[in-house]
């Protein structure tokens, strides 16, 4: 593989290495990534849970979206959202493209829940698109 993913918080108090190339990289304009985000949708890298090494004290808030429940973990001093894990999918940890050291290299796949999305938020026109999930 190529150089490790490496990131974190806006602050520094929580930080992340990641031995493994991303298993899929993914927008997703959902409501609730809309509030969560602050704009018009999330981006994601999806990894292998044993390729990460996690730092620093995360504080966790559970939502259920798609019928499964996500522990979105954020930096309690600097707010920052840094990554999401599903309890009932142990295998993967999903990354906040924006906690990247270095966000060029998040290449979006896949665009999710378009119907949710706004005309202001312009997408990768090369990206598959799915109006909700994408079938598993
Ligand atoms: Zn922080
Ligand atoms: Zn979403």
């Known amino acids: 593989m190529s150089e490790a993913y490496t ?23 959902c409501r609730q990534c809309q ?6 949708h999330g981006s994601y890298l999806t990894f292998p849970r044993p390729a990460v090494k996690a730092e620093g004290e995360a504080k966790h808030w559970d939502v259920v979206g798609g019928g499964t429940i996500k522990s979105r973990a954020f930096c309690p001093t600097c707010g920052s959202p840094v990554y999401l894990t599903f309890p009932g999918i142990p295998e993967i940890f999903i990354v906040h493209a924006g906690s990247l050291d270095d966000p060029s290299r998040y290449k979006p796949q896949k665009v999710l829940w378009t119907a949710a999305g ?7 026109p090369s990206a598959q698109k799915f109006d909700k999930m994408p079938p598993r």
């Open 7 to 29: 990131g974190g918080c806006a602050c520094g108090a929580i930080r992340y290495e990641i031995t493994a190339e991303p298993i899929e990289m993914n927008d997703c304009q």
């Open 118 to 124: 706004h005309a202001w938020d312009r997408l990768d």
């Open 35 to 40: 509030r969560k985000s602050g704009t018009g």
